[in-house]
């Protein structure tokens, strides 16, 4: 499971963050990943990525052109292993020309070729209203594409009319933190703040729907434990390994923030590495 937050205004003040994102990404502790870098073969783009994985594909990756892709797998689908893995879909955006809605057209047209999922879209650079999100779900079944308005909002392993609760929890509270600390001048307050959020292990618990979905395939004990933002399930070997934290000013510096767990298999010393690259983004 991951969880994201994110917040644009395209008329901030001048001393405001006119986007935030806010990233955790949940997976099992022995899947090797790269912390993120800028990637050898696409030098403008900076992500983590799934060694595992033959795409070498990612959760979250940005362009200093301003495209920002980022990926949540859907829970309510039967995992079929012989498709493509969705890693790719944040890298071909973000590496690529097509804009948001272009990129979403051409993923329609090839809708049974994953299994099911929510792609974030977003193009900061662009004067339209090109922040979107494509899910894709029962592989290929269900598809529905959501324009985001300026404001806050939330996405998990579901659809996006149909939230967990732990999503709703966390968009009350990062609405709150960004409406107190969102000024440059506040930047170490908050990202101290969002990365508080992101440690989270408060339960949200009981969720009807996150249990209907989970009932057959874990222990509930297990599921209470995925109803928090921070996951950490010791027994299962799988949990919160990343947090990702982005903040674009209205001058379009670019602030991306990453903490990963150095050795996931080593539960019992966890340490955390801490990166920060700035960056100013520009249209290519």
């Not at 990233?23 to 983590?48: C, L, Q, S």
């Not at 650079?125 to 290929?140: F, K, P």
Request: glycine residues 4%; aromatic residues 12%.
């Amino acid at each position: 499971m991951c969880i994201t937050f994110f917040y644009f205004n395209r008329n901030v003040f001048a001393n405001q963050y006119r986007f935030i994102l806010v990233f955790n990404r949940d997976e099992f502790y022995y899947r090797n990943t790269e912390n993120a870098h800028f990637w050898k073969e696409f030098p403008t783009v900076i992500g983590g990525r799934d060694s595992e994985s033959s795409s070498r594909g990612t959760w979250l990756a940005a362009s200093t052109n301003g495209k920002i892709g980022a990926l949540l797998n859907i829970d309510d689908t039967s995992l079929n292993r012989n498709l493509k893995s969705r890693g790719v879909l944040v890298s071909e955006y973000v590496c690529g020309n097509l804009s948001p809605s272009e990129y979403i057209k051409k993923l329609s047209n090839n809708k049974k070729v994953y299994n099911g999922y929510n792609l974030l879209l977003f193009d900061l650079m662009s004067n339209e209203s090109n922040n979107l999100a494509y899910t894709n779900a029962n592989q290929g079944k269900f598809q529905e594409t959501s324009i985001f308005p300026d404001g806050v909002h939330g996405i998990s392993n579901t659809r996006v009319c149909t939230p967990y609760k732990k999503v709703e929890y966390g968009i009350q509270k990062f609405q709150n933190i960004a409406k107190k600390y969102n000024y440059v001048n506040k930047r170490n307050s908050l990202i101290e703040k969002l990365k508080k959020l992101l440690e989270s292990t408060i339960k949200n618990y009981p969720d009807d729907l996150l249990y209907q979905i989970k009932k057959n395939k874990m222990k509930e004990n297990h599921i209470r434990e995925l109803s928090s933002i921070f996951v950490k399930i010791p027994e299962a070997s799988y949990g919160t390994r990343t947090h990702t934290i982005i903040l674009v000013d209205h001058n379009n510096v670019m602030d991306y923030v990453e903490y990963s767990m150095n050795d996931a298999n080593d539960l019992r010393n966890l340490k955390w590495v801490h990166q920060n690259f700035i960056v100013h983004l520009h249209q290519s």
